[in-house]
Antibody
Framework: EVQLLESGGGLVQPGGSLRLSCAAS????????MNWVRQAPGKGLEWVSS????????YYADSVKGRFTISRDNSRNTLYLQMDTVRAEDTAEYYC???????????????WGQGTLVTVSS | QFVLTQPPSVSAAPGQKVTISCSES????????ISWYQHLPGTAPKLLIY???KRPSGIPDRFSGSKSGTSATLGITGLQTGDEADYYC???????????FGGGTKLTVL
């Protein structure tokens, strides 16, 4: 059974940093692109970042480019999101999501974690 | 800017059919594949449709997807109260190397 378990969320001050983790199990982690998607309170889903199966290619939404860094450790089956210089508008539930197709581009997210809440506030 | 536009809300009675549209701000939708997600508050989103019209294993055939020109549509037949949720279309834009979600449509089953 595919499982994605996010952790690392919490309260952080504006300008601060936070690292989210997503522990994956139940599938060959190193064969699939992975993604972060967020949902701000009362808002819709917003794609944040994606990373290819081997980690060579990373992609970011304009809203986080230059501030967030996605990475993965295929030996630990774990996905990360390093969040630096956070802003109030980064407050959201953050979900990690698995790509549907093996060795595919990050396009169809077939499994999602339950999310971890990040609150940016002083 | 690449935008997917959905109606904010739709409603229908139990047992009826509803459609949710997803239109793109430029002609890219003709080249990009659309996926659809169901999201109930407090739960993980669920993939309903990918590649415009394919269902992942376990998704009932009450859910269908189609695409014509610059517009995609999610259809749900035999509506159930459990279908009340937010529905999102999404795509990967190759020219931008970015994923995009529509604004979401809240389905109410009256």
């Amino acid at each position: 059974e595919v499982q994605l378990l996010e952790s690392g969320g919490g309260l952080v001050q504006p300008g601060g940093s936070l690292r989210l983790s997503c522990a994956a199990s139940g599938f060959t982690f190193s064969s699939y692109a992975m993604n972060w998607v967020r949902q701000a309170p009362g808002k819709g889903l917003e794609w944040v970042s994606s990373i290819s199966d081997n980690g060579d290619n990373t992609y970011y939404a304009d809203s986080v480019k230059g501030r967030f860094t996605i990475s993965r450790d295929n030996s630990r089956n774990t996905l990360y999101l390093q969040m630096d210089t956070v802003r109030a508008e980064d407050t959201a539930e953050y979900y990690c999501a698995k790509e549907l197709k093996i060795f595919g581009v990050p396009r169809d997210f077939d499994y999602w974690g339950q999310g971890t809440l990040v609150t940016v506030s002083s | 800017q690449f935008v997917l536009t959905q109606p904010p809300s739709v409603s229908a009675a139990p047992g009826q059919k509803v459609t949710i549209s997803c239109s793109e701000s430029n002609s890219n939708i003709g080249n990009n594949y659309i996926s659809w997600y169901q999201h109930l508050p407090g739960t993980a989103p669920k993939l309903l449709i990918y590649d415009n019209n394919k269902r992942p294993s376990g998704i009932p055939d009450r859910f269908s997807g189609s695409k014509s020109g610059t517009s995609a549509t999610l259809g749900i037949t035999g509506l159930q109260t459990g279908d009340e949720a937010d529905y999102y279309c999404g795509t990967w834009d190759r020219s931008l190397s970015a994923a995009v979600f529509g604004g979401g449509t809240k389905l109410t089953v009256l």
